[in-house]
């Protein structure tokens, strides 16, 4: 998802006071909070995206959800974003900080599709190998898709690796096609 700069620079700061307090881990709890309240709820998404509401109402409706849920400078960074008209944009600053702790800490988002759900061996193989391909720590994201028959399919940084056998059948495919001409 493309963010605005705006939740990137929201993002930034928040991260900065995080870190000068020493509780980055603390906010980065709190961010998933809110951002599986957010993805739990659709009221909550239609709350924030909407403009009619009035500001000061977002804000007083967000402290009471979030404030015994988060820390006290996530739910102070909650309560700016309502005050400022900023509460739309509340999931891409969430996801703008995630980002930004990811290139912090040199951890790149991993997609992988698979046709079946992996035991943790699996995942812990498939990882390794992919780790060793990307040169630096994934974050893995798992997805299911059955009509991948088999194997794997995953998209990380600006690579793609198709090893799944719906793949390998349409590679196969199309060799034996421009034999025959």
Known sequence: MIKSRVAERYAKSLLEMATEDNIVAEVEGDFHTVREAIAGSRDLRNFLATPIIDDHRKESILTEIFATRVSPLVGRFISLMAR???????PDIVEAFEDLLDRVRQITPAE??????????QRARLEAHLTTMSGGS???????????IGGFRARFQDRM?????RHQLERLR?????GRN
Do not use: C, F, M, W
């Not at 400022?84 to 509340?90: D, E, N, T, W």
């Not at 690796?161 to 056998?165: C, L």
């Open 84 to 90: 400022k008209g900023r509460a739309s944009q509340l």
């Open 161 to 165: 690796v198709d090893a799944s056998v």
């Open 174 to 178: 199309e060799s034996l096609i421009s």
């Open 112 to 121: 992988i599709t698979t046709a079946v759900v992996l035991d943790p061996e």
């Open 138 to 148: 994934l974050r893995p994201v798992y997805r299911v898709d059955p009509e991948l």
